[in-house]
């Protein structure tokens, strides 16, 4: 079984030669992965072997929509290095500046421009309701709501938790949890 360790997501128009480029750069075979999550959307990969660990690991573009273009590193058993996941990040960043495409998200983050933020709707309507969701008043204790880890980078939860703060529901949040948040975000 195929498992993600570093996920891209751009948009923009891939031209037939920036498409052939990327195609060419990264040494992806013209067939679309067939297992994994997200295998029906995939286009292109390439299998190779991680010199680190061993690991069978899975470079793959896929085609979400008309506009919407995934990079994708998969890994089969032992998670990639640090430094390979590193690697490959700097190169899916790059790529995605080449090609003129617009950085949506990258999961894990780890700054800030790495983190997807929804524009405003206009409406009150959030994830996490009109009302404070969670039984927490320890901030520790939210991360893993916020689909981080408790090591994220710390501008990456600065992000998440003013996405978090500007939500109705926020408060209701309870007062020891607000001022925990506030106290983050200073620095403290």
Known sequence: MLWPALRALSRGELTPDRLRWLLQNFQLEETPRTEGPGSAASIAHRSFTDPESGTRLVLDLSRINEAGWV?????????????????????????????????????????ADEVFVPA??????????????????????????LGLRANAPREVKE?????????????????ALRHQATEFLRGS
């Not at 990639?80 to 003129?100: K, M, N």
């Not at 009302?131 to 709501?145: I, Q």
Request: glycine residues 4%.
């Open 71 to 111: 990079f994708a590193l998969f890994h089969d058993g032992e998670r990639p290095s640090d430094a390979a996941v590193a690697q490959y990040r700097t190169l899916f960043r790059d790529a995605i500046a080449r090609l003129e495409l617009d950085l949506v998200e990258i999961t894990p983050a780890v700054t």
């Open 120 to 145: 405003p709707s206009g409406t009150t309507e959030v994830a996490s309701g009109a009302h404070w969701p969670l039984p927490y008043e320890d901030l520790e204790r939210v991360w893993s709501h």
């Open 159 to 175: 992000v998440r938790l003013r996405e978090l703060m500007a939500t109705p529901a926020w408060s209701d949040a309870p007062e």
